[in-house]
């Protein structure tokens, strides 16, 4: 059964990159078919889509976001990464990686808290 | 504003059945499969609806319908357990982008 597991630092400082990791266990990230996914959620807020990868390297943003955001995998290490630039108290969020189709998502992670602050 | 338009609350009693829906237009639900995903305090969502499937493990009294430009779930029997925060989503063609709707806050009475 596949898992997705986020990790990376919890505290950002404005101005800095934001960067997280996926981590794909119990299946292949390189199954053809699905799109490796980052999603956020504010607090007290809804759900926003960061943006996608195929597992050929194919990326897909969220328009609001494309400017500072990167997306990247890493298929000998299963894994799958977020970078996030210029972080300001806007990018305080729980982050959460998924697994998609493409218009859904099927398998989430646990998400983790990221706090942006000097 | 979402894309999508989903109800700020519904709220049902035990054993009752309740539609939750979800409304876009021609660019999203109109033309993609759609998502829904429960969310209990805050916790990670987890996917109740997988385009046309119900993924395992998920109790086969929920099911999913999509109309037009609405898509609805659907809740045969409601649970205590049922009560959290409902998301849908989909892909939308003019924003090039996954949307999701606003959520709904399920409450059992």
């Known amino acids: 059964q596949v898992q997705l597991r986020e990790s990376g630092p919890g505290l950002v400082k404005p101005s800095q990159t934001l960067s997280l990791t996926c981590t794909v266990s119990?299946?292949?990230?390189?199954?053809?078919?699905?799109?490796w996914t980052w999603i956020r959620q504010h607090p007290e807020k809804g759900l926003e889509w960061i943006g996608y990868i195929y597992y050929s390297g194919s990326t897909y943003y969220n328009p609001s976001l494309k400017s500072r955001v990167t997306i990247s995998v890493d298929t000998s290490k299963s894994h799958f990464s977020l970078r996030l630039s210029s972080v300001t108290a806007a990018d305080t969020a729980v982050y959460y990686c998924?697994?998609?189709?493409?218009?859904?998502?099927?398998?989430w992670g646990q998400g983790t808290v990221v706090t942006v602050s000097s | 504003q979402s894309a999508l338009t989903q109800e700020a609350s519904v709220s049902g009693t035990v054993g009752q059945k309740v539609t939750l829906s979800c409304t876009g237009n021609s660019n999203n639900i109109g033309s993609y499969a759609v998502g829904w995903y429960q969310q209990i305090s805050h916790g990670a969502p987890k996917t109740v609806m997988f385009g046309n499937s119900l993924p395992s493990g998920i109790p086969d009294r929920f099911s999913g319908s999509k109309s037009g430009t609405t898509a609805s779930l659907i809740i045969s029997g409601l649970q205590p357990e049922d009560e959290a925060d409902y998301y849908c989503?989909?892909?939308?063609?003019?924003?090039?982008?996954?949307?999701f709707g606003g959520g709904t806050k399920l409450t059992v009475l």
């Open positions: 989503s989909t892909w939308d063609y003019s924003l090039s982008a996954v949307v």
């Open positions: 119990g299946g292949s990230i390189s199954s053809g078919g699905y799109y």
């Open positions: 998924a697994r998609s189709d493409s218009s859904a998502f099927d398998i």
